[in-house]
Nanobody, 124 residues
Framework: QVQLVESGGGLVQAGDSLRLSCAAA????????VGWFRQAPGKERNFVAGVSWVGGRTAYADSVKGRFTISRDNAKNTVYLEMNSLKPEDTATYYCAADRGSSLARGTGEYEYWGQGTQVTVSS
């Protein structure tokens, strides 16, 4: 069992940066793949970035590639999402999710554990 808590969201202007954190409670977090997803009002929840526990491999959605960076600190049981050059279209609730699998899955159904989300609003 893993409990996930996101933090770091807020209201920023276009071009600003934010760092989201996903803190995990529970054992063996270092062997979970973690993904960040986002959901805007009235839209589906979509994959943003993921980091595998195998070799620290990462994957990104095309829309955030080059602007967002995912990283993990297993000693702190925390995964981060560094978001730079934010755009109004990045506005959404951001969720982290975890799964024991090693593949960097992009579907919501591939992840077993979810946090409650943190709101990111980017004004133009």
């Amino acid at each position: 069992q893993v409990q996930l808590v996101e933090s770091g969201g807020g209201l920023v202007q276009a071009g600003d940066s934010l760092r989201l954190s996903c803190a995990a409670a529970g054992r063996a977090f270092s062997i979970y793949t973690v993904g960040w997803f986002r959901q805007a009002p009235g839209k589906e929840r979509n994959f943003v970035a993921g980091v595998s526990w195998v070799g620290g491999r990462t994957a990104y959605a095309d829309s955030v590639k080059g602007r967002f960076t995912i990283s993990r600190d297993n000693a702190k049981n925390t995964v981060y999402l560094e978001m730079n050059s934010l755009k109004p279209e990045d506005t959404a609730t951001y969720y982290c999710a975890a799964d024991r699998g090693s593949s960097l899955a992009r579907g919501t159904g591939e992840y077993e554990y979810w946090g409650q989300g943190t709101q990111v609003t980017v004004s133009s």
